[in-house]
């Protein structure tokens, strides 16, 4: 046993020094993928009412949603194990929020399949280090750029009817575009990924670090975990 652990030990050992291609030379290397996405500290109905009035929800925190990835890497291989790239992604991130009620001395407002969409063009800087030959862990710092939103939901205008009794009088499909939220956004990716005759498999956890709304007493930040898959090109 323990001749069989050296054994595989001593091979971990070599494929570490293998680079996955030439030092000094330049690989490009385009991806799809998707997104899971969501606002931290985010609770829109408490924040809509203001302590003005009562709301009830299934659930208070943000849900994931999911989104699209589309873009590609510049990678520049500095040493055998030793990595740097730069990217370009158009990035569909933003949250699903729970759905909730709002009550009012005449009556109530239900909102229902609220979600917000927000799309970025994400600019990663990674330093990447290949532990083995195909693996590499990764992390960086990302710049983001928000290029558009739409907050969509299903809202619903109930009125006092008989006694313990609400009554549905209209309702109507919301899409709007928001303008509280900051065009530049910050966040560090973390992550890995694994490379197998030029196919590459990334996955990543972006962690936000600026606050995406204007209001700074609102202190949601993006969360998002990205999966893709992309074919390595040498140059």
Same mark, same amino acid.
Not at 32 to 59: C, E, I, P
């Given at each position: 046993?323990?001749?069989?652990?050296?054994?595989?030990?001593?091979? *971990?050992?070599?494929? @570490?020094?293998?680079? +996955?291609?030439?030092?000094?030379?330049? /690989?490009?290397?385009?991806?799809?993928?998707?997104?899971? @996405?969501?606002?931290?500290?985010?609770?829109?109905?408490?924040?809509?009412?203001?302590?003005? @009035?009562?709301?009830? /929800? /299934? +659930?208070?925190? @943000?849900?994931?949603?999911?989104?699209? %990835?589309?873009?590609? &890497?510049?990678?520049? +291989?500095? !040493?055998?194990?030793?990595?740097?790239?730069?990217?370009?992604?158009?990035?569909? +991130?933003?949250?699903?929020?729970?759905?909730?009620?709002?009550?009012?001395?005449?009556?109530? !407002?239900?909102?229902?399949?609220?979600?917000?969409?927000?799309?970025?063009?994400?600019?990663?800087?990674? *330093?990447?280090?290949?532990?083995?030959?195909?693996?590499?862990?990764?992390?960086?710092?990302?710049?983001?750029?928000?290029?558009?939103?739409?907050?969509?939901?299903? /809202?619903?205008?109930? &009125?006092?009817?008989?006694?313990?009794?609400?009554?549905?009088?209209?309702?109507?499909?919301?899409?709007? &575009?928001?303008?509280?939220?900051?065009?530049?956004?910050?966040?560090?990716?973390?992550?890995?990924?694994?490379?197998?005759?030029?196919?590459?498999?990334?996955?990543?956890?972006?962690?936000?670090?600026?606050?995406?709304?204007?209001?700074?007493?609102?202190?949601?930040?993006?969360?998002?975990?990205? %999966?893709?898959?992309?074919?390595?090109?040498?140059?």
């Amino acid at each position: 046993m323990k001749r069989i652990f050296m054994m595989l030990f001593g091979a *971990l050992v070599t494929m @570490a020094g293998w680079a +996955q291609q030439q030092p000094g030379t330049f /690989s490009v290397i385009p991806k799809v993928g998707m997104t899971w @996405a969501k606002l931290t500290n985010f609770d829109w109905a408490a924040r809509l009412t203001k302590g003005t @009035a009562h709301y009830s /929800s /299934s +659930q208070e925190s @943000a849900r994931l949603k999911a989104g699209v %990835l589309a873009g590609a &890497e510049v990678e520049y +291989q500095a !040493t055998d194990r030793v990595s740097a790239t730069i990217g370009a992604f158009y990035a569909l +991130q933003g949250l699903n929020v729970p759905d909730y009620i709002v009550d009012d001395p005449e009556g109530a !407002t239900g909102v229902e399949d609220m979600h917000l969409d927000l799309h970025y063009i994400n600019v990663p800087v990674m *330093l990447q280090c290949y532990v083995f030959q195909g693996f590499a862990v990764k992390a960086g710092v990302q710049a983001g750029f928000l290029v558009g939103n739409r907050m969509k939901c299903e /809202s619903t205008r109930f &009125e006092k009817g008989e006694p313990g009794e609400m009554k549905a009088v209209t309702s109507e499909n919301v899409d709007n &575009e928001w303008d509280t939220l900051r065009s530049f956004d910050l966040s560090i990716p973390v992550g890995f990924s694994y490379e197998y005759e030029h196919v590459v498999i990334d996955a990543r956890y972006n962690i936000g670090m600026s606050k995406v709304f204007k209001d700074d007493s609102f202190d949601s930040r993006n969360s998002v975990i990205d %999966l893709s898959v992309g074919y390595k090109f040498d140059l």
